[in-house]
């Protein structure tokens, strides 16, 4: 399978827990965005690197979130003091400079915090 | 502040119908508007997208309709099949380092 993967798929934690989810895009895209998507809603855009270098930060991403991407191949959202309200889908994505508007998503990670 | 905003939220439709869900954008900066499909549990696949500067793109059961002067655009389902029952969210993009933004989106079930 080729595709953007996400791991895990899903999370249960406590509050106040650290949490760190992986993304793998597909091999040949160099941007790779992280979103966020709650029970009916779309996803919201949360940040996105291309290559190694982080590009954009949504005002949504507080400090006790943070994402890397060393190598500029695959990636990690960790979250820090976890809260009730970080429970949502996380989704990865991926996409090729040029076409950068063609996003291919994962299956996401679904956090849950109790 | 909603960049993009769909409706209906939800929708239901008898099987053979057509499925229409509409979206309204304010930024005329946008130039690419890709409607996305997503089935419980996976991520929003892209299943067509149009440009503004055509008024119209089919593909297969699925067309966009694209009205520039009035900002929005809508996806058209024809023939509308149970698997066709998802949700479906409009995006729009505006070019460089900026993000796709997404609708709310539309749950769809197509009932027999």
């Known amino acids: 399978d080729t595709g953007v993967s996400q791991d895990p798929r899903h999370k249960i934690t406590k509050r106040g827990q650290n949490v760190t989810f992986r993304c793998d895009p597909i091999s040949e895209h160099n941007r790779l965005y992280w979103y966020r998507q709650t029970l009916g809603q779309g996803p919201e855009f949360l940040t996105y690197?291309?290559?190694?270098?982080?590009?954009?930060k949504s005002r949504l991403l507080s400090d006790r979130f943070s994402a890397e991407r060393p190598k500029g191949s695959f990636s990690t959202l960790e979250i820090q003091r976890t809260e009730q309200g970080d429970s949502a889908m996380y989704l990865c994505?991926?996409?090729?400079?040029?076409?950068?508007?063609?996003?291919?998503f994962g299956s996401g990670t679904q956090l849950s915090v109790l | 502040q909603q960049q993009v905003k769909q409706s209906p939220q939800s929708l239901i439709v008898q099987k053979g119908g057509i499925s229409i869900i509409n979206c309204a954008y304010e930024?005329?900066?946008?130039?690419?508007f890709p409607w996305y499909q997503q089935f419980p549990g996976k991520g929003p696949a892209l299943l067509i997208a149009?440009?503004?500067?055509?008024s119209e793109k089919k593909e297969g059961r699925f067309t966009i309709s694209f009205n520039k002067s009035a900002k929005q655009f809508s996806l058209h389902i024809m023939d509308s099949q149970p698997g066709d029952s998802a949700t479906y969210f409009c995006?729009?993009?505006?070019?460089?380092?900026?993000?796709?933004?997404f609708g709310k989106g539309t749950r769809l079930s197509v009932i027999a």
């Open positions: 930024n005329t900066a946008f130039d690419y």
């Open positions: 690197f291309q290559n190694e270098a982080q590009l954009e």
């Open positions: 995006a729009a993009f505006r070019g460089g380092n900026t993000p796709l933004v």
């Open positions: 149009i440009r503004p500067d055509v």
């Open positions: 994505a991926s996409s090729f400079t040029g076409v950068g508007e063609k996003l291919f």
